[in-house]
């Protein structure tokens, strides 16, 4: 079964500041990885995904985050975050082989970015 | 534009009371899934619907069904809610074969 680790249940920061949230994976299968991020009361936005191709991938609002096989990570960074960036953030792992043609997302169990002034 | 769409957004139901949440969806999605998630917690998948094939999952307790009379339409009904299936219910579409998934806004359930 496929799992996912993030370490780090809060992560405070000042603004303009850098900011790495870790995420660790186990899979036995082609990997492909997800970052969600959550505001508060709402559903779950796509922030950036890695199915394959190059391992650093970005998303429109400065989030990068890169996938290390040899380390199973796919740590999320930003080098200068906003307030605005203040939020839930999940990582997730997909089974693509789910039986009924679907696929099973498993996410960690969170880490609560707050940005402060 | 194209979308997946909760309603209530917000549930009130007493203890014991069946309770209906909706989801739709303007995406055309084949594949539309019902996620629960409870305070602090990583969403848990509940279910699916494969066009019109539900896939249950293991753990998922007889207390929640799903109904899906059509592409747009997914219901989850709870039939008997108890206080700890408050929690937020979260609706995504997918195609099947890509690993993508939409999420609704979802419905944040309160049992009294």
């Known amino acids: 079964a496929q799992s996912v680790t993030q370490l780090d249940s809060q992560v405070p920061v000042f603004e303009e500041a850098p900011v790495e949230l870790r995420c660790n994976y186990s899979s036995s299968v082609s990997v492909y990885l997800f970052w969600y991020v959550q505001y508060p009361n709402q559903g779950l936005q796509l922030l950036l995904k890695y199915l394959s191709g190059s391992t650093l991938v970005e998303s429109i609002n400065g989030f990068e985050a890169e996938f290390n096989k040899s380390q199973t990570s796919f740590h999320l960074r930003k080098p200068s975050v906003h307030i605005s960036d203040t939020a839930e953030y999940f990582c997730?792992?997909?089974?693509?082989?789910?039986?009924?043609?679907?696929?099973?997302?498993?996410f960690g169990t969170g880490t609560q970015l707050k940005v402060e002034l | 534009d194209a979308m997946v769409i909760q309603n209530p957004r917000y549930q009130v139901t007493q203890f014991g009371k069946p309770v209906t949440l909706s989801c739709s969806q303007t995406l055309n999605h084949n594949v539309m899934y019902w996620y629960q998630q409870k305070s602090s917690q990583a969403p848990k998948l509940l279910f699916h619907?494969?066009?019109?094939?539900?896939?249950n999952e293991a753990d998922t307790p007889d207390n929640f069904q799903s109904r899906r009379p059509n592409t747009s339409f997914c219901f989850l009904d709870i039939r008997s809610p108890g206080l700890g299936d408050a929690a937020m219910y979260l609706c995504a579409t997918g195609v099947a074969g890509y690993n993508e998934q939409f999420f609704g806004p979802g419905t944040r359930l309160t049992v009294l």
């Open positions: 997730a792992v997909s089974d693509p082989l789910l039986g009924g043609g679907g696929n099973k997302l498993t």
């Open positions: 619907y494969y066009d019109k094939d539900f896939n």
